[in-house]
């Protein structure tokens, strides 16, 4: 087999629990061990390595909006494929997630006869649907991570790839490695309540939105210990400030401990609730952000998360207005043990998890795109 030269494009290294890091660990594992060379870009910032899995990492430049601070533009797709041109001339880019950016950068590519592999899709089921245009035009192949984008993208024309969620891999792996439950309470100052886990968001906005809500409402439940799940990219004197004066605890970077060892959680919409319900936590989702998204958000979300995926309510989610202190007390309580709730959460958790599909997607994905390349590589021109 000739070598391919592979250009990957991803939003980020941070260990998010949408399991891309996950991935694109197991695609250039499997690159390598086959003898192509690969090239990874990813947007400037502090966590970028300079190289991953033996291949180089290509920063894309960046800017910062100041009146949004969780808000970075990347510089032009032609800026980056100028430079892949010139400097690697890849045979094919594989696009992951980012679709503001991939999907102008997709365009640029086949507009240069490069193949286009596009992972994880942009959530076109909910929002902005006016994409899948561009998608049938600008990818070659579509991988997708949830089993119902396969109906979804074929009834408009595109025959997508899917081999389970690379989350599930995430959850399995963190799962084997947890310490004991006595072990995590003792490492991080806890007492004997039993936890209600806090997810209040991944950006500084979220937090600030979210979290003074969460600490109100562990008011209502003294018999538990609240527990915020504190993300390592963001500073911890904003999760300090909000926290100050209350019983609230905090721990960083143990997402997966807070979840498992919880009763309950109370998440920020988001794939976090996906991993909550993967993982087997009731949850109920509380999410408000500042007016005028609400309102561009209510124009273009039209679907639940988890509930698409399962084709009807299993977590209630008090989205904006219905996010009140006595909603979420009550959808709280009922998911708790002895709520009238929470074996029937558990169980559609259980059937959650069957339709998501096993662990392994992220070997599955990797050995389905190299053997992609391979038919795209015995079909190049000579």
Known sequence: ????????????????????????????????????????????????????????????????????????????????????LTDFAPDVLICIDYPGFNLKVARFAKEHGIKVFYYISPKVWAWKEG???????????????????????????????????????????????LPSREEFMAENGLDDKPIIALLAGSRASEIRNNLPFMVELSSRF??????????????????????????VKFVCGKTYEALCFAEAAVVTSGTATLEAALIGTP????????????????????????????DRE???????????????????????????????????????RRVVGEAGASDRFAARMVEELRITNLNKPL
């Open 1 to 84: 087999m000739v070598a391919m030269r592979v250009a990957i494009v991803t939003e980020s290294f941070l260990p998010q629990i949408n399991g891309v890091t996950h991935s694109i660990m197991r695609v250039t594992e499997h690159l390598r061990q086959l003898g192509h060379d690969a090239l990874i870009l990813a947007p400037s910032d502090e966590m970028v390595p300079t190289s991953y899995a033996g291949f180089p990492v290509m920063t894309i430049p960046s800017i910062a909006l100041p009146m949004y601070q969780d808000v970075r533009l990347s510089m032009t797709p032609g800026f980056v494929l100028d430079r892949l």
């Open 131 to 177: 994409r899948v245009k561009k998608m049938r035009k600008y990818v070659d192949k579509l991988f997708i991570i949830f089993p119902f984008e396969i109906e979804y993208f074929r009834e408009r024309g595109i025959e997508a790839i899917y081999e389970g969620n690379p989350l599930m891999d995430s959850v399995e792996e963190r799962r084997a490695e």
């Open 222 to 247: 003294p018999s538990y210990q609240f527990v915020v799940a504190g993300v390592p990219w963001l500073e911890g004197r904003l999760y300090d400030e909000i926290l100050a004066g209350s019983d």
């Open 283 to 310: 949850e109920v989702v509380c999410y408000k952000t500042d007016g005028l998204s609400a309102q561009v958000g209510k124009l273009l979300i039209k679907v639940k998360f988890i509930s698409l995926i399962m």
């Open 314 to 352: 299993v977590v209630r989610e008090l989205i904006q207005w219905d996010m009140t202190i006595p909603n979420a007390e009550a959808e709280l309580g009922a998911i708790l043990p002895g709520g009238g709730k929470r074996e029937a959460m558990l169980e559609d958790f259980a059937a959650l």
